[in-house]
Each structure stands twice: as structure tokens, then as C-alpha cells.
């Protein structure tokens, strides 16, 4: 998809014909058009509404599934886009929730937001900036299952949200931009390309008339120009914040919880119907989201499809606001991953790091660059500290070296890459491993037994240690060597 386009939505489109009113031309009173003399509160795909309730009952909004225009995954997939064939562990069609991608072994990261305000010259759209902020907290609510909040009964992302403090130029900022005009307002003009702030490094979420949809993103990231101008969230002004004007049932501020979800790779609960049993790799690419014929219309808390409960309260469903309450763990591995992979420079952590990578790593002869990962605990005490090698050739054998200095040394073998660890250096040549199907090698670190060239060591308290991973690559048929980044960590 261009960068430069707004996102076509082929179900409205397709739908225009048949929501023309019942037979015999008739259309309920409820959706009349309004007269000229009444300014409409709402115009979507040429039908104009009086009201908010008027237009959420209206066919045009339930036919059209005007609840997320974002477009579905056989519609991303049929753009061929390359994205969808780098490898990862996030694809545009495999979900391999790792455990290296579970939230519990995760620090705490935040995404600065740039929220830009676009209204039409009558004034329609002015969201405030308390509603602004209202949003930012609703996100944080449900992103982190936080206690006493509708998003506790969720998973714990740890993935935080608020508005950017300074802006691409280093200036000191609200994170919040205001625009008047008619054009972009109709969400029609490439306003991304005035107003983006760098989409590698802020979430861009633009409120105004959504194409007539509550929200969506024009492409999920495995999919699309990720760090375009055009990457973005965009969210209908009247359903941003806690009791929004569009009032019940879309007034909570789920809309931007859902399309903050697509934007991190997530597909619709009901992506693809029932799919089939390989869970991973079918409909959402999530097996812990029980498969769903068709969409969650209202709070159907009881619904079943699929040989399966409906996963009804799932943000990723088209509940009411009030009835969404949570993520899945797998859906919280796959939006870490799209972090990890997909978006490298959009978040940062919070507080304290688990350790860090060092030692950028060479493209390997495949031509993509070996990446260290990092999960588990800097506690000692705990001894469960595992790192993961990705990105690597698939079926290629490697294995992980260590010490307690850091270098920067050209491949000893002649080959890619750069030693990142210095002297005494430890192998763990007896857990050589292979990179298989999926291009990745990981090990489960024992810290009571670190390989020394004169035998094993324990770690202690305050000890900081280097790792790498050498693998075989190939070039022209030729078995030769390389190595990832480094990652280094000080225990505890």
C-alpha cells in the first residue's frame, strides 16, 4: 500500500449498494437523513445523521463493519507485501509465542504519543486535551491490567503509553498537536505527511471523522511502510476518552485500545472465521483466542462458535466498550514481539534494564543480521536468565560464548561479524544447537556453571558478563562463520 494513500475499505465499498434502505425503497425514520436546515452530527460514506445513536443503529454502520476499518489479513496478505516474508516470530502469517516474549519476563517499556487534533473550520472535532490525556490513561489501563480499573481482568503487557514530553527537534512538549482543516478532518489530504512526528519513535494516533469508521491503521507493521509517515492510529474524535460524546455504546475509549492492538500485530479475534487447527499459523495466529465465526456485536457473553466460547471480552473483538476488559498472554508475546522485531525504536524501557545489547551486528549471508534477546531475571539467586540468538539462517548450527570483558575484534574466522567478547573467553561448545525452521538458537543460562578456558565459574552479586552466539552462515555453498550483536548484563 502507498504511503501516500488513505486506506480503501472494499467492505464499504461492497456494501454501498445494499444500504440504500430496505425494499421498496423505504428507509426506517431513526436514519432518515437529516433536512439541510439540520447540521449533521456525523456523515459516513455519503449518508448524513442527526445523531450519534442514529448512526451506531444504522445498517450502514453495522452492515459495513464500520466498528474498525482497519483491513483484514487476507486483504494484507493479497499486497504480497516483503515484510510478511522477513523472518521473525511475528509474521504477517505465524505467531511462535516463545516464552523470551511473555510480559513476566519482560521490563516495563513506554511509547511517547504525538496525538494530533484535527477539526473542521465549524469547529467539529476540538477534542480537549483533559479528553486527550483521559485517552492516554484508558490506554495504560488496559495495556497494563491495572488494579481497580475495567482492564484489570487482562494480561499485563507491560507496555505503557503517555504524551510525548519533547518533540522530534528536542523541544519541551504537550505531545499534543491541534489542526484546523476541512480536508484532513474528512480524513482525506496525506495530513500524515504535515503533521507525522517520526513514526520510528512516536505513536502517532490523529483524531478526526475516521472514514467514517471509530478507528483503524491503514496496514499492521508486518504488512506496511513501518516508519512511514503514513504508519498511524487513527481514532473518530467523538469516541476519544472516558464518556466521549459518541456516547454509549462506543463512549469508553476501546476504540483506541483496539487499533493501538492492531498497530502493535494484532489481527481481529474473528480474523478468517474458525480457521483451522494450526492456530498459530490460521484466523488470528493466536491459539489462546478461541476461534470465532464472525464478530462480537454488543456483550454476547454467552456466545459460542467454532466448537468454543467466543472470546467476547477480547479487545481485539467489536464488544461494546464496557464489555472489553482484557489481552490474551499470547496476544501480549505477539505485540512484544512486533516490538522486537517490527518496531526496534518505538519504545523504551522503564526504569531498571534486564541488561543490554552492544556490538552492532553484521547482515550474515543471508542478509539479515544475527539479533541477541534477552529474558529471565538479574537475580543470581534466581538462576534464570535465558538468551535467544534470531534472525539467524534456518537450519544452521551455533553456539553461545561468554566472558567478563567486552571486544571488538573482526571474525577470528575470516568470515562476517566481529567478536564482541573479550578475554578469558568461555564456550559452551558442548550445547551446540540448531537454528531449525524458525532461525534461532536459544540457552537456558546456568549461573552456577559459566564455561572458563580453566573450567567453570559461578556468578556473583555485581559480576558483569558479555554473550554472543557464533553460527554457522553460508556463502555461495561455502560453510563459513559469523556472529549476532552482544548483549551484557550485570547480576544482582
Known amino acids: 500500500m502507498s504511503s501516500q494513500s488513505v486506506p480503501l475499505l472494499p467492505p464499504l465499498l461492497a456494501a454501498l449498494a445494499l444500504l440504500a434502505g430496505p425494499a421498496g425503497g423505504q428507509t426506517p425514520s ?43 489479513r487476507a486483504q494484507q496478505l493479497a499486497g504480497q507485501n516483503t515484510n510478511n516474508l522477513m523472518p521473525g516470530d511475528c509474521s504477517g502469517s505465524l505467531t511462535n509465542p516463545l516464552p523470551i516474549y511473555s510480559p513476566i519476563a519482560l521490563d516495563v517499556v513506554r511509547i511517547d504519543v504525538a496525538f494530533h487534533v484535527i477539526q473542521s473550520t465549524g469547529g467539529q472535532g476540538n477534542v480537549s486535551n483533559t479528553q486527550v490525556q483521559n485517552q492516554i490513561d484508558i490506554l495504560n489501563e488496559d495495556f497494563r491490567a491495572l488494579v481497580g480499573t475495567p482492564g484489570a481482568p487482562g494480561v499485563d503487557t507491560k507496555i505503557e503509553f503517555r504524551l510525548a514530553t519533547v518533540d522530534p527537534l528536542g523541544n519541551t512538549t504537550t505531545g499534543i498537536t491541534r489542526t484546523t482543516n476541512n480536508s484532513w478532518f474528512n480524513d482525506t489530504g496525506s495530513y500524515w505527511n504535515t503533521l507525522a512526528w517520526d513514526p520510528d519513535r512516536y505513536l502517532n494516533i490523529y483524531s478526526n471523522n475516521a472514514s467514517g469508521a471509530l478507528g483503524y491503521v491503514p496496514f499492521l507493521p508486518q504488512f506496511g511502510p513501518v516508519g512511514a509517515n503514513s504508519d498511524r492510529v487513527v481514532v473518530l474524535w467523538s469516541a476519544v476518552g472516558r464518556n466521549a460524546p459518541i456516547g454509549a455504546p462506543y463512549n469508553q475509549g476501546r476504540s483506541a485500545t483496539h487499533e493501538v492492538g492492531h498497530y502493535l500485530g494484532l489481527f481481529h479475534t474473528f480474523e478468517g472465521g474458525c480457521g483451522s487447527a494450526a492456530c498459530y499459523t490460521s484466523g488470528d495466529l493466536i491459539c489462546d483466542t478461541n476461534a470465532e465465526s464472525s464478530p462480537n456485536i454488543g456483550c454476547n457473553a454467552g456466545s459460542s462458535s467454532c466448537g468454543s466460547p467466543d472470546p467476547v471480552r477480547n479487545y481485539l473483538n467489536y464488544s461494546d466498550d464496557t464489555c472489553m476488559n482484557q489481552f490474551t498472554e499470547e496476544q501480549a508475546r505477539r505485540m512484544r514481539c512486533t516490538l522486537e522485531f517490527w518496531r526496534p525504536q518505538l519504545a523504551q524501557p522503564v526504569g531498571p534494564t534486564l541488561g543490554a545489547n552492544y556490538c552492532t551486528a553484521a547482515p550474515n549471508s543471508t542478509g539479515v543480521a544475527g539479533l ?10 534466581d538462576n534464570d536468565f535465558d538468551l535467544v540468538g534470531t534472525q539467524l539462517p534456518l537450519n544452521s548450527n551455533g553456539y553461545f560464548v561468554v566472558a567478563p570483558t567486552q571486544a571488538f575484534v573482526p571474525n577470528p574466522g575470516g568470515s562476517s561479524g566481529y567478536l564482541c567478547v573479550g578475554t578469558p573467553t568461555g564456550r559452551y561448545r558442548s550445547q551446540l544447537s540448531n537454528s531449525g525452521i524458525f532461525g534461532l538458537i536459544a540457552l537456558a543460562v546456568d549461573l552456577t556453571a559459566v564455561p572458563q578456558p580453566n573450567g567453570n565459574v559461578a556468578v556473583q552479586p555485581g559480576e558483569t558478563w558479555n554473550f554472543q552466539l557464533w553460527y554457522r552462515d553460508s556463502v555461495l555453498g561455502f560453510a563459513t562463520s559469523n556472529f549476532t550483536d552482544g548483549y551484557t548484563i550485570t547480576f544482582q
Not at 442514529?54 to 452492515?63: D, H, V, W
Not at 541477541?372 to 539467586?381: E, F, K, P, Q, T
Open 30 to 72: 431513526q436514519f432518515q437523513t437529516p433536512q439541510a436546515a439540520l447540521a449533521p452530527v456525523h456523515v459516513a460514506l455519503g449518508q448524513s445523521f442527526a445523531t450519534w445513536r442514529a448512526y451506531m443503529l444504522s445498517p450502514l454502520f453495522r452492515q459495513a463493519g464500520l466498528r474498525c476499518g482497519t483491513p483484514s
Open 372 to 381: 541477541m534477546i534477552a529474558a529471565g531475571s538479574r537475580l543470581v539467586v
